[in-house]
C-alpha cells in the first residue's frame, strides 16, 4: 500500500457542483497535513492546510479523519477557474527520514 | 520579494551531457527541497535542506545526481551523466511551508 493515495480523477462537475476528494494515509504517526493545487504546467501552491478541527476558507473545507486515516477537501459552488489538479501532503514525525511526501493528484475539471 | 527563482526554465540536451539546474530560494527560509516530477510517478522528493546543510537524500535516484547548497541563497542539482528517463519538470520549493518555484523542464534526447 502506497503511504498516501489519492483517486487521480479525472472528477468532471458542472458549474455550481459541490465535490469532494479524499486522500488515504497509512503512516498514523503522521502530524500534519496539507492540500496543494497545481494548475496544468505551473508550480503546486499551498491551497490550504488541515486540522483535526476541520478548516474553511471560503467554499472550501478540508477536514481530517485520523481514526479513519484519510483527509479531505470539499469545493462548494464550483468554479470554471477551480479547474486543477489537487494534491495532499502528509508530514512524517520529524524522525530523520524523508519528512513529507506528496500524493499523486486528483484532476478536477469544471464544465460550464 | 521575488519568490523562489529557478534557472533555466527549460533544458534540453543529449544523453551524456551533464546538467545543472539552480535554485533561489525566498530569503530566510531555512529548508530547502528538491523535487522531481512526472506523469508516471508524480511529485517525489529528492533532497532536502536545512541550515544549507543536506538531511535527506534518500530520494536522489542514484550517483548520477548530486546536489549542493554553498549558501543561504543558492541550490544546485546536476546531473551527470544525463539520460532519457531524467526528463521530467524539477522543482526547488523553499520553507517547511513549500513554497514552489516555477521548476525546470527537462528534456534529455
Known amino acids: 500500500r502506497k503511504e498516501v493515495e489519492q483517486d487521480p480523477g479525472p472528477f468532471n462537475v458542472p458549474e455550481g457542483a459541490t465535490v469532494a476528494f479524499n486522500c488515504t494515509y497509512s503512516n498514523s504517526a503522521s502530524q500534519s497535513f496539507f492540500w496543494y493545487r497545481q494548475d496544468c504546467r505551473k508550480e503546486p501552491k499551498l491551497l490550504m492546510s488541515?486540522?483535526?478541527s476541520g478548516n474553511e476558507d471560503g467554499r472550501f473545507t478540508a477536514q481530517l479523519n485520523r481514526a479513519s486515516q484519510y483527509i479531505s477537501l470539499l469545493i462548494r459552488d464550483s468554479k470554471l477557474s477551480d479547474s486543477a489538479t489537487y494534491l495532499c501532503v502528509v508530514i512524517r514525525s520529524h524522525s530523520g527520514n524523508t519528512p513529507l511526501v506528496f500524493g499523486k493528484g486528483t484532476r478536477l475539471s469544471v464544465i460550464a | 520579494d521575488a519568490g523562489v527563482i529557478q534557472s533555466p526554465r527549460h533544458e534540453v540536451t543529449e544523453m551524456g551531457q551533464e546538467v545543472t539546474l539552480r535554485c533561489k530560494p525566498i530569503?530566510?527560509?531555512?529548508?530547502l527541497f528538491w523535487y522531481r516530477q512526472t506523469m508516471m510517478r508524480g511529485l517525489e522528493l529528492l533532497i532536502y535542506f536545512n541550515n544549507n546543510v543536506p538531511i535527506d537524500d534518500s530520494g536522489m535516484p542514484e550517483d548520477r545526481f548530486s546536489a549542493k547548497m554553498p549558501n543561504a541563497s543558492f541550490s544546485t542539482l546536476k546531473i551527470q551523466p544525463s539520460e532519457p528517463r531524467d526528463s521530467a519538470v524539477y522543482f526547488c520549493?523553499?520553507?517547511?511551508?513549500?513554497?514552489f518555484g516555477p521548476g525546470t523542464r527537462l528534456t534529455v534526447l
Open positions: 488541515v486540522y483535526s
Open positions: 520549493a523553499s520553507g517547511i511551508e513549500q513554497f
Open positions: 530569503s530566510g527560509h531555512d529548508y
